[in-house]
C-alpha cells in the first residue's frame, strides 16, 4: 500500500448511532475516512483519553490510513467530543463497550475492521476489546499504557487524591477534567498485560521514546506479555500526541504496510456473485450509501447541489458507469474476434432528460411520447487506426451490449417489503 497510488481521502461528516454501554443508552459520534476506490481493509481508529477523533494526532493518523487504502471509522468515545455522556461520570468499561458498538455499527453498515488502532487510552480500550472482535487481524497501538488505573497519574492527578476526597481536577492544554474515584475502581477490574497472551493477532506497538505523558516502559511492558507475532516501532522524534503531521504520516504509513501482511486480500468472486447488490444507508448526510457487491464496497451519493456530500458517484452516475463498462467491454470482445487493433477503448457517457418530441436522434424510443426522456449519449474513443469501413460496425456491436438493451428495452422491475419489517 503506497500512498503514491492514492489520491487525497475523503472525510465525512459526523455520524451518530445508539448504544448500551453498561446499561446505559449513549449516543456515539464517529467519523469515516474513505480512500479512493475500493477500501483494502476496514479500520476502526479510537483516541486517547481527554482527546477526540477531531484532535490533531486522530485526524492526520486516520487521513494517512485512507491515503494508504483503508477505511477509517474514527470514534469518540462516551464523553469525549462530539460523543454523547458525561466525561467524569464515564469510565474504562465503558470505553471498552463503546469500541465494540462501533465494531457492530461497522458489521451492519460497513464491513467489520480488520485493523484496529488505539491511541493511548484508546489503544488500551482496543487490546482491552480485541478478543470479542474475530474478524480483527492486527492490531496496533500508539503511546498506550500498560496500566489503565495509571492513566490517571500519566495526565496529572493524584490516585491517592481522588481516592481520598472522591475525585480531582486536572487542566489539559486549557480544559478543566474531573477525575473521579469510580474510574480508578473500575481500572482496577482491567488487566491489560494479562489480556495480550490471550489475543491471538498479530500486534504493532508503536511509542515515542520521549512520550512525556506515558513513558517507553509502558511500551515494553505490553511488547513482553504479548506474544508473536509482534513487533515495536520506536517514534523517535515524536511525542505523545505526535504534534508534528510528520510523526502521525510515519505512523500512518508503517501501521497500513505492516498491516498488509496479516490482511489478506478476499477471494476472487465467483461467476454469478454479484446478482444481488446491497445498498445501504451508513447513518450520515442525507443521501450516503455503502454498496456491496460481491467483495467489492463502493459508496453513493448525491452531489452538493441537491443536498448530499459527493461522497461517490450518484445513482445515474452508476448507471451510465454501467453503459460505458458494458459497452467497453463488448468492444473489446468483438475486436479479439476479429483480430482488431483498436489499441484502449474508452466510452464517455452523459445522460440529460430531453424532451421528447425534440429528440432528432431518439429513435424509436420517443416516438409517440410525450414529456422528458432519459438521453444518455455515449461517444467511443480508440488510440489505433479505425478503417472507415469499421467505424460504423463499432457503433453497431456496441449497442448490442447487455446494458443498452435493457436501458431501451423495458424491463420488469419487482419491489417488496422484507419479511422482518413490522407494522406501526
Known sequence: MTAATQRSPKMTPPLRFEADLGGEQISLAARIDLPTGRPKAYALLVHGFTCSMDL?????????????????LRLDLPGHGKSGGV??????????????????????HLAAPTVLVGHSLGGAAILAAAAEIPEAKAIATI?????????????GASPEEVQRKGQADVTIDGHRFTIRREFLEDAAHHS?????????KALLILHAPRDEIVGIDHAARLYSAAKHPKSFISLDHGNHLLTDPRDAAYAAR?????????????????????????????????????VVAGRHRLFAD?????????LGPSPYDYLSIALAACKSMTLR???RHKGLDLGRISVEV????????????????????????????CLIAVDGPVAPEVRDKLVEVAGKCPVHKTLQQTAAIVTRLGEGVEDA
Open 56 to 72: 490533531a494526532i486522530t485526524r492526520r493518523v486516520a487521513e494517512g490510513l485512507a491515503g494508504e487504502g483503508l477505511a477509517v
Open 87 to 108: 466525561f467524569a461520570e464515564t469510565n474504562f468499561s465503558q470505553f471498552r463497550a463503546a469500541v465494540l458498538a462501533a465494531v457492530a455499527y461497522m458489521r451492519q
Open 143 to 155: 503511546g498506550t499504557p500498560a496500566d489503565v488505573g495509571e492513566v490517571v497519574r500519566l495526565i
Open 192 to 200: 491489560i498485560p494479562e489480556a495480550l497472551p490471550k489475543l491471538r
Open 254 to 290: 508503517v501501521i497500513a504496510a505492516w498491516a498488509s501482511r496479516f490482511v489478506e486480500d478476499e477471494e476472487p468472486a465467483r461467476p454469478g456473485e454479484h446478482e444481488r447488490i446491497l445498498v445501504s444507508e451508513i447513518g450520515q448526510g442525507q443521501f450516503q450509501n455503502t
Open 302 to 310: 448525491e452531489p452538493t447541489s441537491v443536498g448530499g456530500d459527493d
Open 333 to 335: 470482445m468483438y475486436a
Open 350 to 377: 452523459s445522460h440529460g432528460k430531453v424532451a421528447a418530441d425534440h429528440c432528432e436522434d431518439c429513435g424509436e424510443v420517443a416516438a409517440g411520447r410525450s414529456g422528458r426522456i432519459d438521453r444518455f449519449e
